[in-house]
Every structure is written in structure tokens, then in C-alpha cells.
């Protein structure tokens, strides 16, 4: 298979996802010339709003391989990954993503995640969703107690 054909089955399994009550997103992932994993979005179906495509392909992709790192792994997904996408894209450190639909096709039809990129660049206290830093020194022991480790997987 080439890049197209891995392309193909992401938007094939973003057509899929529509016909059967997901949102017109899916994602594979490969390594090595071969799928690894593969998905669609499952949002409403779950109920889970973290249930993109990208994100169920890793999750089942790092499943299989039982590790948390994707690195050598290439992600097809169907649209431009959102801002939760891409940072777990970022995360499980896939090599290379290539997209079809851009964001801009994606809020041209109700999936318009601008209002994330603008809430991430303001200052915590100015965000839409309040948010108020909360017991930070005690907070800080957990971090205290992970640096100081001396067995601990990084990640």
C-alpha cells in the first residue's frame, strides 16, 4: 500500500463513521508500510468527547504494540487534527501526520475549533471556562516526589 491507499481507508472510515452515527472522521495509523491500527470518531456513539479518530487509533495502536510511545509511526486521518488530536499526537510522538480536509473544510460544516486556538493563547484567568490555580505547594509534593525518582519511566 502507498500513502494514498492509507489515506483512502482513513476517509473511507470516516464515511463509514457517518453512515453508522459517528462523526466524518477516521484515522489509521502505520508503521512500517503496514496498518497498525485504525478508527473513526465515536463521540456521540460513546458519548465520549475525547473519542476522535486520532485519539481511538492511538489508543488501540499503543494497545497493541504495549507501549506508549508511537515513534516511527505515520498518522493518516481524514481532516487536520484539532488541538486535542495534536497534542496527543504530540504525546505518543508519531513521526509524521498527513491530513486531507483541512480545518478550515471542518468548520465550514460545525467543527470550528478556533475558539480553542484563541482560548490557549490567554492567560488562565482569562478563558472562557474559569480556571484558579488551587493548593499548588501541596500540589507540588507529587512533583517533588517524581523528580526525585530514581525508577521512574519518562515518558
Known sequence: MNKEDFMRRA???????VKHGGGPFGAVIVRNGEILS????SVTISNDPTAHAEVNAIRKAT??????????CEIYTSCE???????????????????????DDAAAIGFDDEFIYKELRLDPAKRSIPMDIL?????????????????????
Open 81 to 103: 487534527p484539532c488541538p486535542m488530536c495534536m497534542g496527543a499526537i504530540y504525546w505518543a510522538r508519531l513521526s509524521k501526520v498527513y491530513y486531507a480536509n483541512n480545518r
Open 11 to 17: 476517509i473511507a472510515l470516516s464515511i463509514d463513521s
Open 63 to 72: 494497545a497493541k504494540l504495549g507501549s506508549f510511545s508511537l515513534e516511527g
Open 38 to 41: 485504525e478508527a473513526s470518531n
Open 135 to 155: 493548593l499548588r505547594n501541596e500540589a507540588k509534593v507529587a512533583f517533588k516526589m517524581w523528580d526525585q525518582k530514581t525508577d521512574k519511566t519518562e515518558y
